[in-house]
């Protein structure tokens, strides 16, 4: 009984890998015949791709050794998302500035889409495909926002918010608990709470009273 749960257990797997494999031996045919020739890609593993290749302690220095390896731009697969890295000056300006308009959309995978609004995520600044949409919502932001104007407005809220986190801060680094120990100061949860408080009063006017679920929740999905 043992042997067949077993068995059952890896049948799957034995049948994903073969079709795995055709699928990467058809799509490397049809790049072959093509016109396009992708960058180089260390070898990778059915699945997850080249992720083994960053589960080190220090994942730049995995990506510098790459680069030596491979060339100053790089095909990555992290899991079934192809990631072009490029390590260079050259490379990186080929990017932002020669064919900056290619590569302006961004990739929104389904943690970000829950993050910033679910199947709506599109409609936002953050997410939006470069386009005359997305160029209209920076216009308006622009000049709604960040104008000098409606940055100065909201000096007061950034000058009261702030007085409030250094005064958190000193509370906090005084108490003791037990007697005569010094408790350690949570310096990003007391930033976090800073950001959603002057963020929701300059939008509505109040306090985020709901603020300490919201970022229980959105830590939890990220």
Same mark, same amino acid.
């Given at each position: 009984?043992?042997?067949?749960?077993?068995?059952?257990?890896?049948?799957?797997?034995?049948?994903?890998?073969?079709?795995?494999?055709?699928?990467?031996?058809?799509?490397?045919?049809?790049?072959?015949?093509?016109?396009?020739?992708?960058?180089?890609?260390?070898?990778?593993?059915?699945?997850?791709?080249?992720?083994?290749?960053?589960?080190?302690?220090?994942?730049?220095?995995?990506?510098?050794?790459?680069? %030596? =390896?491979?060339?100053?731009?790089?095909?990555? +697969?992290?899991? &079934?998302?192809?990631?072009? *890295?490029? @390590?260079? $000056?050259? #490379?990186?300006?080929?990017?932002?500035?020669?064919?900056?308009?290619?590569?302006?959309?961004?990739?929104?995978?389904?943690?970000?889409?829950?993050?910033?609004?679910?199947?709506?995520?599109?409609?936002?600044?953050?997410?939006?495909?470069?386009?005359?949409?997305?160029?209209?919502?920076?216009?308006?932001?622009?000049?709604?926002?960040?104008?000098? %104007? =409606?940055?100065?407005?909201?000096?007061?809220? +950034?000058?009261? &918010?702030?007085?409030?986190? *250094?005064? @958190?801060? $000193?509370? #906090?680094?005084?108490?003791?608990?037990?007697?005569?120990?010094?408790?350690?100061?949570?310096?990003?949860?007391?930033?976090?709470?800073?950001?959603?408080?002057?963020?929701?009063?300059?939008?509505?006017?109040?306090?985020?009273?709901?603020?300490?679920?919201?970022?229980?929740?959105?830590?939890?999905?990220?």
């Amino acid at each position: 009984m043992a042997d067949l749960a077993l068995y059952l257990l890896f049948l799957p797997l034995l049948i994903a890998l073969p079709l795995l494999y055709l699928r990467r031996r058809s799509t490397r045919s049809a790049n072959s015949s093509g016109s396009i020739r992708p960058p180089p890609s260390p070898w990778s593993l059915p699945v997850i791709g080249h992720i083994h290749h960053l589960s080190c302690a220090l994942p730049h220095r995995a990506m510098c050794d790459l680069a %030596r =390896r491979h060339g100053p731009l790089i095909l990555l +697969r992290l899991g &079934e998302l192809p990631c072009v *890295v490029a @390590s260079s $000056a050259d #490379a990186a300006r080929e990017i932002m500035r020669t064919h900056d308009l290619v590569f302006a959309s961004r990739h929104i995978g389904p943690t970000g889409r829950i993050l910033v609004g679910g199947e709506d995520a599109s409609h936002g600044i953050l997410a939006a495909p470069y386009g005359e949409g997305w160029r209209q919502l920076r216009r308006i932001c622009t000049m709604e926002l960040l104008s000098l %104007r =409606r940055v100065r407005s909201f000096r007061p809220v +950034r000058e009261n &918010e702030v007085r409030r986190l *250094v005064s @958190s801060v $000193a509370a #906090a680094a005084s108490w003791q608990t037990p007697p005569g120990k010094k408790q350690a100061v949570n310096l990003s949860k007391m930033i976090s709470e800073y950001v959603a408080d002057a963020g929701v009063r300059a939008i509505i006017g109040s306090r985020f009273r709901d603020r300490g679920h919201v970022l229980e929740v959105a830590g939890a999905k990220a």
